[in-house]
């Protein structure tokens, strides 16, 4: 379907999802979120897509939410009048990290603020240019984290770093990143959506039913002890097991040194 607020391309088992709005950094506004929700369920029904990149056009990845767009009547309402279940700017979190059964990868190109941060952070890896930068920035609003921020930035940096980061709403530059975990490789800015690319067509390459348990496994880990940890890995072997013709494969292309061929099925 056409998108109005962001671009979508397809190539190489891998999409790449483009936040579009660069003249206000990619904030999000309701037009923008609809269309992001929209996209994940769009991705997560296409066995053609096997890994999902979120990069932002023009100079900035998300500078957070747009406090610029039209509001309408009810949402012109105290915060807390209309906040509902997980706040509306914080589902994304809820598609990309729980329901987007797929790697996902953040090609960090600038700027990554508040729910911008928040929708990095939710991806599975990140990736970064010199000209990365993060910022919490609730704080700066008289706010309280939100948007999957208070989830996403302690189980990657560590709960006193996390602190850090929202209490003082600071800059956080690309060497900082890259040093404390927010993110997991620096390319050059000229090359850094290539670069993505190819890290993700290297991932894509392995068998996509496996990827998919992998990504359950290890985010299940993180939040439950290890006698429940070790059942769920049993869990994620069997599942992954339901792709016979990818077993196979894997077993064939050893014994015959040849480079396989997954297909998901």
């Avoid at 279940?85 to 329901?99: C, L, M, P, S």
Wanted: aromatic share 8%; with cysteine; glycine share 6%.
């Amino acid at each position: 379907m056409p998108f109005e607020n962001l671009l979508l391309e397809i190539e190489d088992q891998v999409a790449v999802v483009t936040l579009n709005r660069p003249d206000k950094l990619n904030a999000i506004n309701p037009e923008l979120h609809k269309e992001m929700m929209q996209v994940c369920r769009q991705l997560g029904e296409d066995d053609g897509v096997r890994v999902v990149i979120w990069t932002g056009a023009g100079r900035g990845f998300c500078s957070g939410v747009d406090l610029t767009a039209h509001r309408t009547e009810s949402e012109r309402q105290p915060r807390t009048e209309r906040i509902d279940e997980y706040h509306w700017v914080g589902r994304q979190a809820i598609e990309i990290y729980r329901n987007l059964n797929k790697p996902t990868i953040a090609a960090v190109n600038g700027v990554a603020a508040g729910a911008g941060m928040s929708l990095a952070l939710a991806c599975d890896m990140r990736v970064g240019s010199e000209s990365a930068r993060f910022k919490t920035v609730f704080i700066e609003r008289s706010l309280s984290p939100d948007s999957g921020l208070s989830f996403f930035l302690p189980r990657i940096v560590g709960s006193s770093r996390a602190f850090d980061l929202v209490y003082t709403s600071r800059f956080v530059e690309a060497d900082e990143a890259y040093r404390i975990g927010l993110l997991d490789r620096l390319a050059p800015s000229e090359s850094l959506l290539n670069d993505t690319k190819e890290l993700a067509r290297q991932i894509a390459f392995w068998p996509p039913v496996a990827l998919q348990m992998s990504k359950r496994v290890l985010q299940h880990g993180m939040e439950c002890d290890l006698e429940e940890a070790l059942r769920y890995e049993t869990h994620g072997i069997a599942f992954a097991r339901r792709a016979p013709h990818d077993v196979e494969e894997a077993s064939a292309s050893f014994r015959e040194k040849r480079p396989p061929n997954f297909t998901g099925e």
